[in-house]
């Protein structure tokens, strides 16, 4: 009797088993859509500086570093996956554009305007992806150093402070498990499939990634991106206590550069 009693509780353990939905087994923390909060972008401490004299521009905190006549002409730019050439063009002494192509095509542009106090600064972008998406938004900045003696305000050095805006293509991001693998896409047409702890993987969509490795411990994800067979960048993702929101750290080891935000479920 007792032997009977205990398989009825398994065969109807078993029947509960086989009635529940399969993702009760497979979901993953991470599984799912994500948006990036745009007000919670912390960005880099560091300070970008640029310098203006001689009818040359220099951008020495650039990544790699930059120093080309400003006079609205493409200037050739070395070892940038991103773009190949660069004009600046000067409106007056508080505003200017920048314009990078690759390959001949607008890849990306940048509208500068300096504040009538000059203690800010706002940079409105456009950068075009590889699948055609276009990401548009404005970042502002506070002035930290000032060269009187330059012909154009920009010139000095200055903190990121806000994310004015982004649109919603450039703030997106799926992650799905399955087994013992990790997809990640995002509208920008940016993919991997890696196996967790196991080999790099190829990277879509992105001309400064080659390939990923990726780890996940418990409610960390840690992706490690490379070019050229050396780590570029690393994104470090953990999935909040509550599951609907997950902080982000990122390095960029190429420009020395970090930085966080906040991801909602969506």
């Not at 411990?217 to 992706?223: D, Q, R, W, Y």
Request: hydrophobic letters at 35%; proline letters at 4%.
């Amino acid at each position: 009797m007792k032997r009977l009693q205990i398989g009825k509780f398994l065969s109807l353990a078993a029947a509960a088993i086989i009635m529940l939905p399969a993702t009760a087994f497979s979901q993953s923390v991470f599984d799912g859509s994500w948006k990036t909060d745009v007000t919670t972008i912390d960005h880099p401490a560091k300070p970008v500086v640029h310098v203006f004299k001689d009818g040359m521009y220099e951008c020495k905190s650039c990544v790699p570093k930059l120093l080309l006549k400003f006079d609205g002409r493409d200037q050739k730019i070395e070892d940038s996956p991103y773009a190949n050439t660069l004009a600046i063009k000067v409106n007056d002494k508080s505003h200017l554009e920048m314009i990078s192509k690759k390959g001949g095509k607008v890849v990306s542009s940048r509208k500068v305007a300096i504040s009538k106090d000059t203690n800010s600064m706002m940079i409105e972008y456009a950068d075009t992806w590889p699948n055609g998406q276009v990401v548009k938004g404005a970042t502002s900045y506070a002035r930290v150093a000032y060269d009187k003696t330059a012909p154009h305000l920009m010139s000095g050095s200055w903190k990121a402070i806000k994310e004015e805006h982004r649109t919603d293509n450039g703030l997106q991001v799926s992650y799905k498990v399955e087994g013992k693998s990790l997809s990640m896409s995002n509208p920008l047409g940016v993919s991997y499939q890696a196996v967790i702890g196991g080999a790099d993987a190829p990277v879509a969509g992105d001309p400064g990634y080659e390939t990923v490795s990726v780890k996940i411990s418990k409610n960390v994800l840690e992706e490690s991106y490379k070019r050229g067979g050396k780590v570029v960048a690393l994104n470090r993702v953990q999935v909040l206590p509550n599951g609907k929101e997950a902080k982000v750290d990122w390095i960029n080891y190429i420009s020395r550069l970090n930085g966080n935000h906040l991801m909602k479920k969506q």
